[in-house]
């Protein structure tokens, strides 16, 4: 039985229309021989609208309760599309992930996958059915229901193709992964084949599409994700190993973000408990810090600059106003106005000088380069916010990010 | 601990306002000492939207994904009333009829409670948790999810008593039980309290409030019924075993109703097949007969007349038309404009002369009766339609129903 899981997202059903269509893109499927999983999340709004009514009836609701409710937008989506696939002629049968025994830690709202039993769903392929899965969404052992958080439908369907050794395939409302946002560089160009490192870096840095979590999961199983359009015809990206991948490109792909701010604080002084302390207190008031840069000055003195999302920044003011009072001595910045980019491919760990010809780029169009880290597949760097535009064409031309 | 099982209609919860106003009234119940159980139906027009939907991806939609997108309705409003619970200081918890096991029948969109497993619910309540439990939905043994059809919530509702050994108060937008539909008869008497015979008789007549099923059922465990308004906070009605009503009126209530038609069949063989013919056929249609009467002429031939529901008219009308070239001598009519008319009361059984008391104030008023049946404690009769609210008024009067 070749099997394959097919994961349509909130847009792609957001009508019944649409519903409609997408069982023709699965009767399609099916037609072409496989036994075919379809993992699906919420109609467009839908979950919109629950959490309306949930804010209504309580300015902070229960965390069960949320999930009670959530559940239920894949529900709908589930039943209507089975409903339209037997319609249509093809024998279909929607389960939600209590009924597939989608097991998952008990932490409402941001559960995790800890097993799914495929029993079920292997019964209803032998019976010749096409099988309608809720995304996002599991059972506690003590069966609670619960729902996985942000890329949680991608993450069914991945860890769902996984339990089934099938192949799985993602369809969203882009034709796959770009070097770049085209809504950012025009004609980026659409990637045939992306590796999970690279995507995962590209998912950290926002570029949306798919979420790292999902990537991650993929990766363990060496599972291929098949990344395309869900009513456009087109080709679309693989996310596979690396060494699947038959050309090796230098950089595979940009991103760019307003997002950040940066933080500079000079004049700590220079001993091993400040770095600790320092973002300590971030973390402990949930700010995450993407880039980090730290020198000692010939003074002994240490000088730490950071990037920080853009939402947290007075939580984080409150916190360097208050190191200000106890060390008299340290000066702090804060600006507002940055942006960040990266770019991100395996071919950095065999190609070395990508940095130098990045720092090059800047220099010979006069833009200051504010702070620069880098991984082993990664270089971000900061620059004022309104050369982003700039930047960004500049690095698509001389890396070939374009078509 | 002393439980008490509340059932919410889904216009007592169809707005996020109305279901903070339920939470109040349930936590006053609760500050009382009680244990409380609530069964939720979805909210107002959920239902409808959601069928709506269906039939717009599949003319007859799969019953089996029918009810798998129903239960979604009931899931949203239990969700929303924990929450407004537990925002109100008051720890509640939510369950599916998937996840107390409430055992049905596979019979989609009409099953029956085969059995409910009360442990999860004692446990929440041992816990002082107040439980908000999802009408009209059940699940089968092989885990489909099911739907109780027509009276399903409050058919949960009594069931979950029986099991529990609870007392069952039964809310919605009535003030309790009448006489006759007050819109019918102006002054019609609320009743304290009236005999489970009584009121599925009265349901069957199809005096709203409460469905048949729900009746037997707490009849089969004399489980007393209180039947009272959500918001208005007046005394309502207790549904009840006979011999707990302290005074037996004559005739406890009264419905009529313009939603028959009549069909009066003359001129048949009068052979013993005939009539198991004529009603088997019917019945083979799904058209539901309620009146029946029929006689043997001088000349040894059968006259046949009967009601059945105006939605049926055109069903009957074929098999009428097939009948006739069969038995060409027969001759059969329809009339359509007809109003049926009832009274109901336990005080038949010992007080004789009901049915003459009828006749004689339809004689005094020039009222033909086109059609007469009895039973132990009913007494219906047809009139020309023009004729209802005259009728609804005289026997009002005559029996003492107003106020």
Redesign the interface.
Known sequence: MNIVVQKYGGTSVGT??K??RV?DKIIQKKNDGYAVVVVVSAMGKATDH?IA??K???????S???D??L??GE??S???????L??KGYP???Y?G??LRITTSSAHQHARIIDIDPARVDRALREDKIVVVAGFQGVTEE?AYTTLGRGGSDTSAVALAAKLKASCEIYTDVEGIYTMDPRKLKNARKLQSISYEEMMEMASLGAGVMHYRAVELAGNYSLPLYVASTFADTQGTMIEGASKLMEQTVITGMASSLDDVQITVRHLPADASTLYRLFGELAQEEINVDMISQMITDAGEMHVSCTIPKETKELAQRIMTRWQVENPQIRWELNLDIAKVSVVGLGMRTHSGIAARVFKAMADNDIEIRMVTTSEIRISWVVDARHEDKVVLLIGQAFGLTT
Chains 1, 2 share one sequence.
Request: a negative charge; charged letters at 20%.
């Open positions: 019944t229309e519903i409609k069982a629950l009514m949930a209504e009836v309580s300015k902070n609701p229960d069960r309760e949320m009670m409710l559940t239920t529900q709908v589930i039943a209507l599309l089975a409903m339209a037997i319609d279909a049968v929607s939600t209590h009924q069966q």
